[in-house]
């Protein structure tokens, strides 16, 4: 599909000025093949436009593709003057949605083009993919800065087009503003505040301690199982499924070890204590900007407040100069205001591609209704509270801490083996369940342990002690099994039996923050 354009550009000759036509034009690129063709282009409208972020970096993007490929179509506007490449819109349809390219992974988007040309550039994308029989029925783009040049430009945009369009508050972004004289005063407040400062000597006096940047392909690789298995964990204890168990995202995260720098764009940095890793950051580093994008800790560390250490250890990076500021990137979490010191805004641009009619109109109603909500905190925690109160209604009752050892002794059958696990076990195989994880569950099942009970894995159940079984010695795995036999006594009272089951839950419902729109 293409479309084309006429732009009026003037020229002066001794004393007149004449005003020539240029001819502007638009192709809608779906084919990753056409795609790469246009990388170099890509790479130079990114270099020489406004400061991009890592977002809009042609690696980036191949990397993306090569993860989501086959899961969305290509929808990406390409504007020529002549035969020159000047403007992108890039874009991509998922079922009957149109986004962003990038999303759901791009924490930022936005054109690529010189900014004397975005408003004609936006104009003429838009009007393309606009043009009747659109094979979406609904546009979302997600996470315009309030500095873009979409957020700019979009009020420049004939009437026709902007009954079309309708740009909405989405969510903030705070940062940490490094760009400013008083640099050294803000990075020394950071890093003198206690509760860092604690966590991080905690840490730092728990063993053998480094932090450190993963520099090369092959030890980022590596790590990246460890990264993965913790982020499954860690939200398995909040009673969700980790993204990580599907394959693209751990395929896009490799694929952008591979096609962007470790040593330089993409900042993936541990803590390891003993030599075994505690806590991740993911993040990426460009333009000055240092972008906090994803982390994980061993839940078995959570009380330790691991992340927090690391948080300290990524602030004493930031003394680098090179960085100007840091990105906590999109969403609300109160950590991050916590240290935050400006906040941007993030906008979405909805595009209704019939935008007549009594149902486009209360759509449209309802998402202004929305975003007003989103933007004051607090109307919008007293609607999440509300909206709390009435899921509560349906969810099944908390699990009954167990504070003292049952009366009857429970044996395992004969010839089984137990091997104990500790809460990391038990988080993977919740998240194994078709059900999602029971987070009260395994809020119970780490109460227990941290009191010193243990749990052993046997034919799908879960058995539970008041003492250890076999401990280890010094040297040895802290995995202990046990073969139970007859007519050998058990060596320990089991006082609670689990089936695995137990570890999942039916969901409540679907989030009405997010079915009503009122999340990032």
């Known amino acids: 599909m293409s479309a084309t354009q006429t732009l009026s550009s003037s020229s002066q000759t001794g004393f007149s000025v004449v005003s020539q036509p240029v001819r502007m034009s638009c192709e809608i690129v779906t084919t990753e093949a056409r795609l790469r063709q246009m990388a170099p282009d890509w790479q130079r409208l990114n270099d020489g436009g406004r400061r991009g972020t890592i977002f809009q970096q042609w690696e980036w993007v191949s990397a993306y593709c090569r993860a989501y490929g086959p899961q969305i179509t290509l929808r990406v506007a390409a504007v020529y003057i002549e035969h020159r490449l000047i403007g992108i819109l890039a874009l991509q349809q998922r079922g009957e949605s149109l986004e962003f390219l990038g999303t759901p992974e791009a924490d930022y988007g936005d054109i690529l083009c010189e900014e004397q040309y975005a ?9 393309t993919i606009l043009t009747p029989p659109t094979p979406w029925k609904r546009g979302v783009l997600k996470e315009i800065t309030a ?4 957020a700019k430009h979009s009020p420049e945009l004939p009437p026709s087009l902007r009954r079309h369009l309708q740009l909405l508050y989405h969510c903030p972004s705070p940062v940490i503003d490094l760009d400013g004289p008083d640099r050294m005063e803000v990075l020394d407040a950071l890093m003198k505040q206690d509760h860092l400062k604690r966590y991080d000597r905690k840490m730092q006096r728990s063993g053998v301690f480094s932090c450190r940047h993963l520099d090369t392909k092959e030890e980022a690789h590596r790590h990246l199982l460890h990264f993965f298995d913790q982020h499954i964990c860690r939200n398995a204890m909040v009673g969700r499924k980790s993204r990580f168990q599907d394959a693209a995202p751990r395929a896009y995260f490799e694929a952008l070890v591979d096609h962007c720098d470790p040593a330089s764009t993409v900042r993936f940095s541990v803590i390891e204590v003993d030599g075994k890793p505690i806590t991740y950051h993911f993040g990426f580093q ?6 906090y994008y994803s982390s994980s800790f061993d839940v078995n560390q959570a009380d330790n407040s691991p992340g927090r250490a690391l948080l300290r250890n990524l602030f004493l990076y930031c003394e680098n100069p090179a960085i100007r500021e840091f990105d906590f990137s999109i969403g609300d979490e109160s950590y991050k205001f916590h240290y935050a010191n400006r ?11 019939a935008p007549t009619g ?4 209360i759509r449209a109603a309802l998402r202004f209704t929305a975003a007003e909500i989103r933007r004051r905190p607090a109307i919008k925690k007293v609607v999440k509270q509300a909206l709390d109160k009435f899921t509560s209604l349906f969810a099944k009752p908390p699990v009954v801490p167990v504070e003292a050892k049952h009366d009857a002794v429970i044996a395992p059958p004969l010839g089984i083996e ?15 369940l078709t059900l999602l994880p029971d987070a009260d569950r395994l809020l119970e099942a780490k109460r227990r342990l941290k009191r010193g009970d243990r749990a052993y894995l046997g034919e799908g159940n879960i058995y539970w002690a008041e003492k250890p079984l076999d401990l280890p010695k010094k040297g040895q795995s802290k995995k202990t099994s046990l073969v139970v036999e007859a007519p050998s006594p058990i060596p320990t009272e089991f006082y609670e039996r689990w089936p695995i089951e137990m570890l999942g839950c039916k969901p409540v419902s679907i989030s009405w923050m997010k079915r009503l729109h009122l999340t990032a």
Not at 119 to 127: D, K, M, N, T
Not at 286 to 291: H, R, S
Not at 358 to 361: A, G, N
């Open 147 to 150: 500095d873009s040049l979409i």
């Open 286 to 291: 460009l333009n000055g900007m240092f972008t």
């Open 418 to 432: 137990l091997i104990s696990a500790d809460l990391a076990d038990l988080c993977r195989i919740a998240s194994e």
């Open 119 to 127: 408003q004609s550039v936006l104009s003429l994308a838009l009007e």
């Open 343 to 353: 906040i941007k805004d993030n906008l979405l641009l909805n595009i209704d591609p």
């Open 358 to 361: 009594l149902q486009s109109r």
